[in-house]
């Protein structure tokens, strides 16, 4: 039986994950892949920390030159993490003439297109299933199972460990630092969450979504997102009296005017398949043209999920379907046209929910109403409950709008915020039905 020999770049929480994979799971791995698949080194510039897998010593080392200098090593796992050091160890891995499995999105939201055009030109491959959604197949779904459709919209808990925080918080009570502790006590948060709970990595993977559903050229700086940074308890406990949930939601949508992309804590109707995801797990609803709507859900802030998707690329890359498949897609290609440009974020559509803290006295729901007017905005339904709840004398006011654009909404509370009336601390978020 054929043997291909492969190396792991990276040795954390995942490649831990990959690694016990292939040393554990060998023969179910070799039913599958039609061949053995070795590990034959792991490169990681610490060799003495603990791991949750034992291996060979002869495998371990800190020189990545024992991988790019051996020509029986045929695939390479880059599991470094970050868009710096990885691009230089992909490029070299490449160009040492092995085909890459990553699930770094990060690397290729930044540097997608300069990776995917050396491979092409070196006639090399490079995989990344894991990259969005752990373990959910989402990007062979797109690429593959749904080629014969238009994809006309995504909607996405792209981001484990914000859904793990709003869980704590919506169905607990847990204030927001204490729910990002927890988060980070079982292993779903970073010490610095910071990209997980500000919607940097849920841009950064609809960034990716855009390029393979669409065809779009958007660079995940230019998506507008919000995180849940700015989401408090009163926020989910006013959402859930109004018959919603909050989920950090990343939305493409394909419209006449373009593609609509952005992210940012939305409520979403309570009982819906989004609404009702809870914990560290991530869901991905997709409508194409042809099959209509199909969802997926899976963990997405774990160790096994995100290595199952990491392992299913290396046996389709070590089997040949990884380079058929990158070949034929052709992303991030200078050779192709955008199929479709963005549309302008001031111009996107939706009802949103505001919350105010503003003095209690007369006049005020009339003040703000009025702005809310002249911007052709037109308020849905209200809270205000009585003023022992308030603080120094103030009381919270929520609103929830009809349909009007972002841009809209932004100029209106740009002036009810310099309101005398009107406390600092407003919040926006989007509402889904």
Do not use: C
């Not at 046996?315 to 302008?344: H, Q």
């Not at 209690?360 to 709840?389: C, F, K, T």
Request: no cysteine.
């Amino acid at each position: 039986m054929q043997t291909a020999k492969v190396a792991i770049v990276g040795f954390g929480t995942i490649g831990s994950g990959v690694a016990r994979l292939i040393l554990e799971r060998g023969d179910r791995i070799t039913r599958h892949a039609g061949r053995r698949i070795e590990l034959a080194r792991v490169v990681d510039t610490d060799l003495t920390r603990q791991r949750n897998v034992t291996l060979p010593e002869s495998l371990l080392t800190s020189d990545l030159s024992e991988v790019l200098d051996d020509p029986d090593i045929v695939a390479a796992v880059e599991l470094v993490g970050g868009s710096g050091i990885a691009r230089e160890i992909v490029l070299k891995l490449l160009e040492s003439g092995k085909d890459v499995v990553t699930a770094n999105k990060a690397l290729l939201a930044e540097h997608g297109p300069l990776l995917f055009d050396r491979a092409r030109k070196l006639g090399r491959s490079i995989a990344f299933e894991a990259a969005v959604a752990g373990g959910i197949p989402i990007i062979a779904a797109i690429g593959e199972s749904l080629a014969a459709n238009q994809i006309e919209s995504i909607h996405a808990i792209l981001n484990g460990t914000s859904n793990f925080i709003l869980t704590e918080m919506q169905h607990h009570g847990t204030e927001y630092a204490a729910a990002v502790a927890e988060a980070q006590r079982l292993g779903y948060a970073e010490a610095d969450p910071s990209m997980d709970v500000n919607g940097t990595d849920a841009a950064q993977k609809l960034a990716i979504l855009a390029q393979l559903a669409f065809g779009a050229r958007v660079r995940w700086r230019d998506i507008p997102r919000i995180g849940i940074d700015t989401v408090d308890v009163a926020d989910l406990r006013y959402a859930e009296e109004l018959g919603y949930h909050v989920k950090l939601l990343a939305v493409a949508e394909l419209v006449p005017e373009g593609l609509e992309l952005h992210v940012s804590p939305t409520l979403v109707r309570r009982g819906t398949p989004l609404a009702e995801v809870r914990g560290a797990y991530n869901a991905v609803r997709v409508v194409g043209d042809a099959v209509g709507s199909v969802y997926f859900q899976g963990l997405g802030a774990d160790q096994n999920p995100t290595a199952s998707a990491v392992v299913a690329d290396l046996i389709d890359t070590v089997v040949g379907r990884a380079a058929i498949t990158f070949r034929a897609l052709d992303l991030w290609s200078d050779r192709r046209e955008a199929l479709v440009a963005t549309r302008d974020p001031t111009k996107i559509p939706g009802r949103f929910y505001l919350r105010f803290q503003v003095e209690d006295r007369a006049g005020v729901m009339a003040e703000i109403a009025g702005v809310l007017g002249q911007h052709d905005i037109s308020i849905a339904s209200l809270i205000q409950h009585e003023a022992e709840e308030g603080v120094n004398g103030s009381v919270p006011l929520v609103i929830m709008t009809h349909s009007t654009t972002e841009g809209a909404i932004a100029e209106a509370l740009t002036r009810i915020e310099k309101l005398p009336f009107v406390h600092p601390g407003s919040i926006r978020l989007r509402v889904r039905d």
